[in-house]
Each structure stands twice: as C-alpha cells, then as structure tokens.
C-alpha cells in the first residue's frame, strides 16, 4: 500500500512476517507489528482522508492504525470470520468499509472497523477473494468469490445479485473497476486469465491475447492512463497491456521472481510501480514496466514451503522456496546455499528423497510439474512427460520401489511414476477431488495410500489405480495436511481448520483430539521418529507439541 499524500511511504503485507513500513520509497524496511498479534496479513489499506490510519486483514481478523502502523489494535466486534483477505474503503465516506472474508462472506463497518455487521443478502457463496468499490457512485459494489464468480451490489451492500454471464463456477483472484469508466470492470482469475466487461458486470469477455499463463493474482489500472494494465501471474512474473487487456507482453526484465501476488502504482508518478512476490521480495520499476530492481532490503519475511531430510545424513537439509527455487545446508541448516542449475521454475512447493539413493530427488513446482535431481541438487531436470506441467502441491516415493512417484496437482487430482517420473499418467478412479494437498504412503503396505484434499480423505490400497473417501467422523474436510504413524500405519492424523483429527483405522472414522490446542488453525503436522506418542502441530499461534493416548 503507498500513502497517496507522501508516495515515498510504503506498507508490505507479509506472509508470517506482518507489516513492514518504508520511508524511502522501498529502499529500506523495518518491521512494524507493535500490537499485531497475528502475522499472516492478506491485505493492507490506507484510509484516503487519513493517511496514517489504515487497515490490515489477517489470519485473526482485522487490526487498525492510526499512527502510520506504529502500534495496532484489533477492531473485530462482529466480524464472525478470522480469515479478512481482502478490503475496500468508500472513497466518499472513509468510515465506511466492506471486508471480504474466506468462509463467512461480506462484513461492513461506518465505524471505521469499530464494528461491522454481515452484509450477505443474495450472495450464495460466502468465499469472498476480491472487493472493489465504483470510485463514481460508492454505492455500487462488486465482489469476486472463490466459487461463484461476480456480485454486484447497488445499494452499498444491503444486497448483492449474481453478473456471471460467461464466468459461470470461475474462481475469481482479483477485481479492478476502470476509475475513467467505471462501467469497465477487469478481474482476473485462478485458472482462466483475465475476463473484462464494459457494461458494469452484466456481460464479461476473455482477454488473454498474449497471456501465456492463466493463473492471474492481481490486476492494476495506471490511474493516469486506464488503457494501460498490469496483471501479475502465478508462475510466468508479470504481463502488460497497454490497449485496455486486448494483448498482453511480459514485463519481466530484471524481476526475479515468477509469482507476483501484489501491485501498488504511485498515485502521483504512475511510471513507478511496486510488485509483491510469492518468496522473492519486492520489485520496483521506474519505467512503468521496463525494468524492475529489487527494492526489500531489511524486509526479512522468507516463506519455506518445503522441507526434506536426507534420511542416510541427516545433517543434509534442502528446503523449498517460493520463487526462489531449492536450497541446501549440509550443517543441519547453520548454512545454506541455492541449487537450482537447471531448476527453470522457482517456485517449489514439494521435495521428496529417493530413501535408497538419497542423492536422488524430486521437486514439485507451482509453475513447471516436477523435476529430478540425481546429484544431490546440484543439477536438475524436468520430469513432466504426462504431467502437464500442473502445479504440484506434494511428492512421495514408494519406500519398496523408490522407481514409483506419486505427485499430488493443483487441478489434475493425483499422477503417478513407475519409471523414475520419464513418464506419468493420472490415477484419479474415484477421487473426485482435483485439488490434491497432501499424500501419504504407509510404510507397511506401501500399495495403500491416502491423499488429502478440499473434500477430506481419500484413500487407495491398489498403488492409486482406485480411491475412495474416507471421512466419518470429520467435521472439516479441507485438509491442510495429513500425516501416517511410522510404527503403526493404520494410525494416522489430519490437520484441518478446526484442529486436528485421529484416525486408528486406516482412515476408516475419525476423532477430534484437540486437547489443549489453543489454536485450530493447523498448518503442518509431524510425529516425533523416537516418540510416535508425541506429535507436534504447526498453527497460526505457534507450534504445540500433543502427547496422545492411543
């Protein structure tokens, strides 16, 4: 977020880091989380009147300053929902705000966050992901929803009506109004590029012309020039047009980074822009585009996504970044260093270790499928025959036969390997998931394998071939990550936004075992190798260790 009365002031949104504030127009940061209890923040806003209040949506709902992000306080009274992704401000009225929220819809305030009620007539999905306001008539609104493409609002949200005419079930990742013609609306989407209307919403059109990649996370209008746009991707950096999205052109030159989540445009020189990325920092441009330059010194929010243990020298570590590829410590992680020779895209969400010839690898990529090392990360290639180049969310190796590999995607369910991933085919008989999050192969039986996803637990006993949900008992099935007790495989955990769940059947039903778990919110699971009785949960209020009674 850029203060609109001082430009050179600046505000970041980090991923486990909170706030970051520069004073010198990006050059240097310095973290500003003084009340911010919660560290995960997924939108920042300025408030237009007053600069040195703005907002921050969280993980735990939203926190407010008003002294330029020195010190925060919590405004939450009636916001129902933790999870606030996104934000808008009425530029007309700036007490008055609309908070999008993951779960529970739209919550808005004329209170200046004091408090905020429920805004959701005619809305029938509540997975609220982009918020915009007509900067001409601040009672028309328009919302983007993970599952139910665009709502328009004319009565400053007292109720919302579906505009879907050719969006129909799209997953929509970011919403600009044109602020020249505010009837000309972008939005951009998770797997299908960029869609524009120029009647307020009621029809919508593709324009992709030049867009090599469909994956859109943010969109930005040049406020001085509206033909001009902006769009960053997940996977290919960031794509220009210059002629209202009917071509596009990479802008990439000097921008590091291939996932570009966020984009700020100077609102008094709107040649220089700033670009938030996925795990490489932030970017400045001068030049409305044609070269960036990093600009994040001090700024020290690093996100790992994934990590491996050499299993035969424990003191080799790799872990995997987002946008910047593998690194690697021999020194029980005192040092690292990058190893991505041959590694062309950077965003590593999964690595798995061949468990007889360690110096065997995979890495599973947001933006390129899977790659292979045989040399212990010093060299890498693709391994994508079959594989479609899908965003890979997990890996696993058959412990028995380390030639099987099995990939969990983003959109295609699970795909698997028999040759040392040369080739893949998909292996979804029965699983009707297709967004696959985590994989699991017991030990024992390593035919038998469970794959947790949006939809809960699914489980195989034939290599994949055939899948079957197993979930009685879950009262979440939106699996974070699930995890298989090493001495005693029908034992198995899943952790879930309501907390962590056992089962001790073979995932056949399920039991809640929260015991003092303080917070539901969990992230990453793992069982103590010595200990199996121990298992420790990763959450958004830190780690917790769980002694459970078999």
């Not at 529970?104 to 005619?122: L, P």
């Not at 699930?482 to 769940?501: C, M």
């Not at 199996?532 to 958004?540: D, E, R, V």
């Amino acid at each position: 977020a850029i203060d609109p009365v001082t430009p050179t002031t600046l505000y970041a949104g980090t991923q486990g880091g909170g706030v970051f504030k520069s004073m010198d127009s990006g050059e240097t940061w310095s973290s500003v989380i003084d009340g911010l209890t919660a560290s995960f923040v997924y939108t920042l806003t300025i408030d237009p009147a007053t600069p040195t209040s703005l907002y921050a949506g969280t993980e735990a709902g939203m926190f407010k300053s008003t002294d330029g992000a020195e010190s925060w306080n919590t405004v939450n009274t009636g916001l129902a929902d933790a999870y606030v992704g996104v934000l808008a401000i009425d530029p007309a009225t700036p007490g008055t705000l609309y908070a999008g929220t993951w779960i529970n819809g739209v919550f808005k305030s004329t209170d200046g966050g004091e408090s905020w009620n429920a805004a959701n007539t005619g809305l029938t999905t509540s997975q609220i992901s982009a918020v915009s306001i007509d900067p001409s008539n601040s009672a028309v609104l328009y919302v983007g929803t993970q599952n139910g493409g665009v709502f328009k609002s004319t009565d400053s949200g007292a109720s919302w009506s579906a505009v879907n005419s050719g969006l129909t079930n799209i997953f929509i990742s970011t919403l600009v109004v044109d602020p020249a013609t505010p009837t000309t609306l972008y939005v951009g989407t998770q797997g299908d590029g960029v869609f524009k209307s120029t009647d307020g919403g009621a029809t919508w059109n593709t324009v992709n012309s030049g867009l090599t990649h469909d994956g859109v996370a943010t969109l930005a209008i040049d406020p001085a020039m509206p033909s001009n746009l902006y769009t960053g991707t997940m996977g290919s950096g960031l794509f220009k047009s210059t002629d209202s999205g009917a071509t596009w052109s990479t802008a990439n030159t000097g921008l590091a980074a291939v996932s570009v989540t966020a984009l700020a445009i100077d609102p008094s020189t709107s040649t220089t822009l700033y670009a938030g990325t996925l795990g490489g920092g932030l970017f400045r441009t001068t030049n409305s585009g044609a070269t960036w330059s990093r600009a994040h010194t001090g700024l020290v929010a690093v996100s790992v996504i994934a990590l491996a243990i050499d299993p035969g020298t424990p003191t080799t570590l790799y872990a995997g970044l987002p946008g910047e590829g593998v690194f690697k410590s021999t020194d029980s992680g005192a040092n690292w260093s990058a190893v991505n020779t041959g590694l062309t895209a950077t965003s590593v969400y999964a690595l798995a270790i061949d468990p007889v010839t360690t110096t065997t690898l995979y890495a599973g990529t947001e933006d390129g499928g899977a790659f292979k090392s045989t040399d212990g990360g010093a060299s890498w290639s693709a391994v994508t025959g079959g594989l479609d180049n899908n965003p890979v969310n997990d890996l696993v190796v058959d412990p028995a036969t380390p030639t099987t590999v099995y990939t969990a995607t983003q959109f295609g369910g699970v795909f698997k390997s028999t040759d040392g991933g040369a080739t893949w085919k998909a292996s979804n008989t029965g699983l009707t998931a297709t967004s696959v999050s985590e994989l699991v192969i017991d030990p024992a039986t390593p035919t038998t394998l469970y794959a947790g996803t949006q939809e809960g637990i699914f489980k195989s006993t034939d290599g994949g071939e055939t899948w079957s949900a197993t979930n009685a008992g879950l009262t979440d099935t939106y699996i974070t990550t699930l995890v298989i007790d090493p001495a005693t495989s029908t034992t198995l955990y899943v952790g879930t936004d309501n907390g962590v769940f056992q089962s001790i059947d073979g995932g056949a039903s399920w039991n809640p075992i929260n015991h003092d778990l303080t917070s539901t919110n969990v992230f990453s699971l793992s069982i103590h190798p010595a200990a199996p009785t121990t298992l420790y949960a990763a959450t958004l209020a830190g780690l917790f260790a769980l002694e459970i009674d078999k």
